[in-house]
């Protein structure tokens, strides 16, 4: 049985009497420690699904199973980390984790306890320096750090991330994606990953999703992806089998599925 | 990010000994203090002096066009010379209803004080559950659009009638006048909470109590302290109408007073002081509310 599974999801918007559909038939199963990369055009309903599996948008037919039990809430056994970081302006980065913190372990860990591992959080993505700044005072990548790092402390089953790159330059992005990859490596989290960067998907996913267009997408395809970790950027980019995975993806999306501008 | 570490090697293992004497060079001449203290004399200078000579000149022009023996209006030499006593000295006490204007004022800022501090804690509760709901919002904005505009001596018949008491009263003015800009900001700054912050609520799980002091309040605190402000400066305006028909001890009364003993300069010293202390009181609620809402803003 799987660790994470969406079974048959459909899902329909109802604005102003008129129904869209926006996900139809959505079915996957994710084993525990897979990472998983969701890609689609734009509008294909890739973020619905994330919210879905976060518990934030309900679903309207089908459930999401998460060791074989529905979950339809959010809860911090499937942490997110935004697209937009989302950290609280007000907080620290120390604060900013340890909310998530304070909530998931309020109860079963002491007072010093639950500072260690805030502090243990930061250090895994290396922001322990920061940990008085406040999100105005660093920079886009160190606030995703922050996020990721707030998301990881929950210790999530399922660690949702959506675009977590999208907002960043190609250099802080890079080094993003090793940092998770590292991270992946070491902590060996469940991870659903939505992205819209081929090369992102390829590099960091065991398994890629791809999403035909909307209205109505489903999964078109599942792509494994048949490299060994720890997976080396510069190296990657000569190995055939890394070239062919995306080239897959590409056909995909640029020629079976390409992406029509609304009318 | 990362901070590479780097070892420091030196790049030869032998110093170089210099090649030419060192001339050391004398001390600069002017020395760092005082040039700093300079440069916060000249900022000073900067923003002091406009306004002071814009004062100047008005003072002039009302000195010139007041001072014929038989102007209307008191020229600035004549309320100096009649009014001193108020000018010199606002705390002076001569008699039960004979007392400085410093005395009247504060008596005033406590009505001040009570009424705006309740019109804030009420106008802030009310705004967040309001705000909380799309319909309330929708059923009660019009009403109180209306109710807002509505000047403060018009409640002033009704809140007699209701507390028949002057004291109250006047408390109940200036809180009903200042509640609605409190309530309405509030609400607005509530339902502008972004979604992402909501998102953040229920991925931690925060319930209905660590909401409304974790995210709620710090996410709205600019609306709020806006309301506050415009509620602050309000309530002042209306202490002052309030005092005049209720009679007491304020400010209010004072001008009322000096009015129907045809005292006109002892009008305009106390207008100076309504003035001065309104600004204070804006400036305070300002200060207080750049304080409690750094680094809210969203970046």
Redesign the interface.
Known sequence: MAYLKLDHIDKVFSRGGRDSEVLRDVTLSVERGEYISIIGHSGCGKSTLLNIVAGLTPVTRGAVLLEEREVNAPGPDRAVVFQNHSLLPWLSAYDNVRLGVDKAFGASRSRAERHDWTMHNLDLVQMAHAKDKRPSEISGGMKQRIGIARALAMEPKVLLLDEPFGALDALTRAHLQDSVMALHQKLGNTVLMITHDVDEAVLLSDRIVMMTNGPAAHIGEVLDVALPRLRRRLELATSPVYLKCRQRVLEFLYERHRYVEAA | ???PLRKTEPMSTTTPSPAATIVSLPAPAVNLWRGRLMQWLREMAATILPPLITLAVILGVWQIMCMKPDAALPSPARIWSEARDLIVDPFFVAGPQDIGLGWRVLTSLQRVGIGFGLAGVTGIVVGAIIGQSMWTMRGLDPIFQILRTVPPLAWLPISLAAFRDSRPSAIFVIFITSIWPIIINTAVGIRNIPQ??R??A?????NQI?FFW??MI??A?PYIFTGLRIGIGLSWLAIVAAEMLTGGVGVGFFIWDAWNSSRLADIFVALAYIGLTGFVLDRIVAAVGSFA?R?????
């Open positions: 990010m990362s901070k992402d912050y998102n953040v229920a991925v931690v799980r925060l660590e974790k995210i710090p996410s605190a809402t680094g809210t803003q969203a970046s």
